[in-house]
């Protein structure tokens, strides 16, 4: 049980793209969904968290027109890069638990590789 | 500040044991969960300690001592693909998940 998907696992466009990636709870609801980006060699940092028809809370430093976040559903939720560029390649990684506050563990996603040409 | 503290680094030989520390200081306390990465991939969950003392799970044993904010992963009869970063995370008093930068685990034959 517990199962999270994330789609695309690999991006690669050109500069000024826009890129959506979806994070999806396969059998589990989801009030809470956590957006992470994990540079090459480094820790996993956190952006944003995506609350269920809600606006996101987005950790500072993190631009929140650069990085839109949509939680609609309670099993879907998704990041859109607007206009990336280069120093936007990253490791794109969401995370859900099946619990509201309580000590769950967060499942993750396989994870988006974005590369920005 | 919140703070977790835990070695970048080690190197251990198959078949043998490796302990992996982590100490924390948090705004409270909600247990404290530890996650594998293999590079290129994401972390997948192997543990979760809120009370004090040793959870067993096959090769892999956490320990917890909330009165010395310090945990340990254990692995035993270490294996090849256990090579991998191995992630301690504790959730504070906002039910928010503190991460630490995680600790490179190199096995050699």
């Known amino acids: 049980g517990a199962v999270v998907s994330q789609h695309p696992s690999w991006v690669i466009c050109k500069s000024g793209t826009s890129v959506k990636i979806e994070c999806r709870s396969l059998?589990?609801?989801?009030?809470?969904m956590f957006w992470y980006r994990q540079f090459p060699k480094q820790s996993l940092m956190l952006m944003a968290t995506s609350n269920e028809g809600s606006k996101a809370t987005y950790e500072q430093g993190v631009e929140k027109d650069k990085f839109l976040i949509n939680h609609a559903s309670l099993t879907l939720s998704t990041l859109t890069v607007t206009s990336a560029h280069p120093e936007d390649s990253s490791f794109y990684i969401c995370s859900a638990s099946p619990g509201t506050g309580e000590s769950e563990p967060q499942h993750f996603g396989d994870g988006t590789r974005l590369s920005i040409l | 500040g919140q703070n977790i503290d835990q070695p970048t680094e080690m190197t251990a030989t198959e078949g043998a044991i490796v302990q992996i520390n982590c100490t924390y200081q948090?705004?409270?306390?909600?247990?404290l969960f530890w996650y594998q990465q293999h590079a290129g991939e994401a972390p997948t969950f192997l543990s979760y300690?809120?009370l004090d003392g040793l959870e067993e799970k096959g090769r892999f044993s956490s320990f917890l001592s909330r009165s010395k904010g310090y945990s340990y992963l254990l692995l035993k009869e270490l294996q090849m693909k256990d090579s991998a970063s191995y992630l301690c995370a504790v959730m504070d008093s906002n039910y928010q998940l503190i991460w630490g930068a995680g600790t490179k685990l190199i096995i050699k034959p």
């Open positions: 948090t705004s409270g306390f909600n247990g």
């Open positions: 059998d589990f609801q989801a009030t809470t």
């Open positions: 300690n809120v």
